[in-house]
């Protein structure tokens, strides 16, 4: 590890927290979930972020070493903001991994330069699996504590440490950079936040209760947390609601604490406008939830289905009882919903058996 960052590490450690902290614990499916929120205490920096909180440890011991830290970061087309996040990220990492997901452009080169290991995919093949990659190769370093951020400047590394502490003080398991708790701030426009709460509600109803912001990307993992979500199966953003429901699934403590994400300046590469970009994420969400609750998500919309299809039936059998008139628009309405919820509700069925084995098998 340079010494450098060993030296910025322990003066970490030596500064105060002015801040005071607010744990309220909640438990969700089989991991205790807990929200740290900084408050605005924190001493600032001259740019108004926070600055980064203490790395709180025991006394060190003759036997004693530093823990092991390593930054994955996942990168697309990202050759203007590559250097400096790898740059301060370093301060606080003893390595820095970087996925270059298929770059057009300079941004796999650029972070050669700057001292990070790159690993390169043969073409953009989504967020999700250059994470899969990053944090599969990252066990293979037995790091202490594994930390994500995006490449594209919106987060500060100089908060790692604040990400970091709860895991080195063995409180949690995997933290989550939130801009939704107290003490966190962003300049993220009214659209992105009305899609991203709609997203997280989708995901909390997959009994993530506690999170408030599910989305983000800047997080911290301990060696135990790496080991249950290394390698999810979604290849795009929806990754990280699968990565908090397999934390969630094997016991792990969540904590989230408050950070600065900014949107204002930051170059986004993706020629993908934010609708299609929501909409990518909003079905990927529901897809990972329907999957995970198929009798709530499919299974009861199916029944509904089936009792309105029988409902629209016992009305046309009295309308024509009464008048002689058969109107066959709401005959193949209630055929339609009839066949449609009795589909819904055998996939439900079917979802749910394959789900309960999965969750079995992965347990043992």
Request: charged residues 20%; aromatic residues 6%; proline residues 6%.
């Amino acid at each position: 590890m340079p010494r450098n960052a060993k030296r910025k590490r322990k003066e970490a450690a030596a500064e105060p927290v002015q801040g005071t902290r607010e744990e309220s614990p909640i438990s969700s499916g089989g991991g205790d979930i807990v929200i740290n929120e900084e408050l605005s205490g924190l001493p600032k920096k001259s740019n108004g972020i926070p600055a980064a909180v203490s790395m709180s440890s025991p006394p060190s011991s003759p036997g004693s070493r530093d823990p092991k830290v390593v930054v994955c970061i996942p990168a697309y087309n990202e050759e203007r903001a590559i250097a400096s996040v790898i740059a301060n990220s370093r301060t606080f990492a003893d390595s820095v991994l970087v996925c270059d997901d298929g770059s057009t452009d300079k941004t796999a080169e650029i972070a050669r330069q700057m001292g990070a290991e790159v690993i390169a995919n043969p073409h953009n093949m989504g967020k999700g699996a250059a994470l899969n990659v990053l944090l599969d190769y990252a066990k293979s370093l037995n790091p202490d504590v594994v930390v994500t951020i995006d490449a594209d400047g919106q987060h500060d590394p100089a908060e790692i440490p604040r990400l970091i502490e709860p895991i080195l003080s063995k409180s949690a398991d995997v933290v989550v950079g939130s801009r939704f708790v107290r003490g966190s701030s962003t300049d993220a426009p009214q659209y992105r936040k009305i899609g991203l709460g709609i997203i997280n509600a989708l995901v909390r109803s997959d009994g993530l209760t506690g999170v408030k912001d599910t989305q983000s990307g800047f997080r911290a993992y301990s060696s135990r947390a790496l080991k249950a979500i290394s390698w999810c199966e979604m290849k795009g953003f929806g990754i990280e609601a699968e990565q908090l429901r397999k934390a969630s699934q094997h016991g792990m403590r969540i904590v989230e604490v408050p950070i600065s994400v900014r949107y204002n300046g930051v170059h986004k590469p993706s020629k993908k406008n934010p609708a299609a970009h929501g909409l990518e994420l909003l079905s990927a969400t529901l897809k990972l939830v329907a999957e995970d609750r198929p009798i709530l998500f499919l299974g009861v919309p199916g029944v509904l289905l089936v009792i309105i299809g029988f409902a629209i039936g016992i009305n046309l059998l009295l309308t024509f009882n009464e008048t002689r008139y058969f109107s066959i628009p709401f005959a193949l309405l209630m055929m339609f919903s009839i066949f449609g919820g009795t589909l819904l509700s055998i996939t439900a069925l079917i979802l749910y058996a394959i789900s309960r084995l999965g969750h079995k098998l992965e347990r043992q």
